[in-house]
């Protein structure tokens, strides 16, 4: 599961990060607000832990910022701030959690695992939709027009990132880093070659083509012609 932590303690966040990816996460952090909005508006997220005491914009002000931009990732709030006030101020903002410092690491895992949880159950439905393609989440199969299309597992997983973020331009580094797990190489067209082949299944004897190159920012699945 992909995590970012957006919190300004550099020494915390470090202990978090490893924490976190010692049990078997993918870790991003950021240290102020600017830098937390910027990386949950464009990267994919299953989960944001939010410090409330932040440079610049505090972090109830950043959850409300988030959420007016679309984004349903699932909030953690962790911080110091224990009134009731505080805590109804964080739900209000758009948390789905709320945790107090300091706090037991084992009781931060639980409520990650409730949070994934309720990630996968309730914010994306298996069966996602554009144009007329279908693709299910839970039995691994697309259609077009009622077409069964045979995919690659690699296939399978990039059109799953495309669908998911339809209408979203997915720059190389992202797309290399959610389904290949690494940084991308600029010598290599690993990505090009299996959007071309994603591509001839997916758009090839079918319109609208729903499969777009955008020169020099990335790839996106939309629904427009």
């Not at 440079?55 to 962790?78: A, H, Q, S, W």
Request: proline share 2%; hydrophobic share 40%.
């Amino acid at each position: 599961m992909r995590i970012l932590v957006v919190e300004d303690d550099q020494k915390f966040s470090f202990y978090l990060k490893a924490g976190l990816e010692n049990d078997g996460h993918r870790v991003d952090l950021a240290y102020d607000s600017t830098e937390g909005e910027e990386k949950a508006l464009n990267q994919n997220y299953e989960v944001i832990i939010l410090d409330v005491i932040l440079p610049g914009d505090n972090g109830f002000v950043l959850c409300e910022r988030i959420r007016k931009y679309g984004i349903k990732t699932p909030v953690l709030m962790l911080t110091s701030l224990d009134s009731v006030e505080d805590k109804i101020k964080g739900f209000d903002s758009g948390a789905d959690d709320y945790l107090v410092k300091p706090f037991n690491y084992k009781e931060l895992q639980a409520r990650i695992k409730a949070l994934e949880r309720r990630a996968s159950g309730v914010m994306m439905p298996h069966l996602i939709k554009v144009s007329d393609l279908e693709v299910d989440t839970q039995t691994k199969k697309a259609r077009r027009k009622s077409r069964k299309i045979k995919l690659t597992a690699i296939e399978f997983k990039l059109l799953v990132l495309l669908v998911k973020n339809k209408g979203r331009v997915l720059d190389r580094l992202e797309i290399m880093d959610q389904i290949w797990g690494h940084t991308y190489n600029s010598g290599t067209n690993v990505i090009d070659v299996h959007i071309n082949s994603l591509r001839k299944k997916i758009d090839h004897g079918f319109t609208p083509k729903l499969i777009r190159t955008v020169i020099g920012m990335g790839y996106l699945i939309d629904e427009e012609d």
